[in-house]
């Protein structure tokens, strides 16, 4: 019911590497005009060059989700009318609470919270005065329901962020605007897959119920059902694609 989006029009912040890359490359594969988003305009450029020879269609737009002036500019060269955002820009860090400095505090929070609101008021906005409605999906994360070592402006964010897609998919139901969050578990990718090698990634693995980490594709089920109209009834949700690990005991 999902597989073909042709027509549609989706903005993907962050997606010049990693999860907001291969999201760009799931949709574009199925017929959306995906308007890659990031700071890196040239890693932004391969990918929009990729997607084009694959005979998809694929625009780029500089934006740093931290900055109004940033998320303003990007919205004001869209190509088209949006569609769906995928709104996945963020960052980790990675000092002890008592370490972290107030820096990195306000960057993370800055890229995982206050970026996911002005991305999603923006794309709101837009919407709304193209009555056209649309769908929202806010890359949260497990750990914005439990948490890990070291990651207290992360887990702060994440939190903020699944209850920041409640109380925008309330706000903007009305105006047929679905606002719901992915929430991936450990999934495998080029940064952390030498670390899940170790003794204490082995470690971690094995405490997630299926004992395996996910992989990129894992997530594409999810993300398609909240993004296309198979979930045109589904707002406020946090989905988890996690391996179960959510659900493992204490």
Request: some cysteine.
């Amino acid at each position: 019911m999902f597989e073909d989006l042709s027509g549609k029009c989706a903005l993907v912040t962050g997606a010049s590497s990693g999860l907001g890359a291969h999201f760009a490359r799931l949709l574009a594969g199925r017929g959306v005009h995906v308007v890659l988003g990031a700071r890196r305009r040239e890693a932004l450029q391969q990918l929009r060059d990729e997607i084009i020879g694959n005979a998809g269609k694929a625009d780029i737009v500089t934006l740093d989700v931290s900055s109004k002036a940033s998320v303003d500019a990007a919205f004001n060269e869209l190509p088209a009318p949006l569609d769906i955002v995928v709104n996945n820009a963020g960052i980790s860090g990675s000092a002890t609470a008592m370490e972290l400095s107030e820096g990195e505090w306000d960057s993370v929070i800055d890229t995982n919270l206050k970026g996911v609101f002005m991305v999603a008021q923006a794309a709101a906005r837009h919407m709304r005065e193209r009555s056209r409605g649309g769908a929202i999906v806010n890359i949260a994360s497990i750990i914005g329901f439990r948490t890990a070592g070291s990651l207290s402006a992360y887990a702060a964010s994440k939190a903020g962020a699944i209850h920041l897609t409640r109380s925008l998919a309330l706000e903007w139901a009305r105006f047929g605007i679905r606002v719901n969050a992915l929430c991936p578990g450990y999934i495998e990718t080029d940064i952390n897959r030498d670390f899940f090698a170790t003794p204490a990634g082995e470690a971690m693995v094995r405490r997630i119920p299926m004992r395996r980490l996910g992989k990129a594709g894992e997530l594409d089920g999810a993300l398609l059902l909240l993004a296309s109209d198979a979930g045109s009834y589904i707002t406020g949700a946090s989905l988890a694609a996690d391996g179960g690990h959510l659900v493992s005991s204490l």
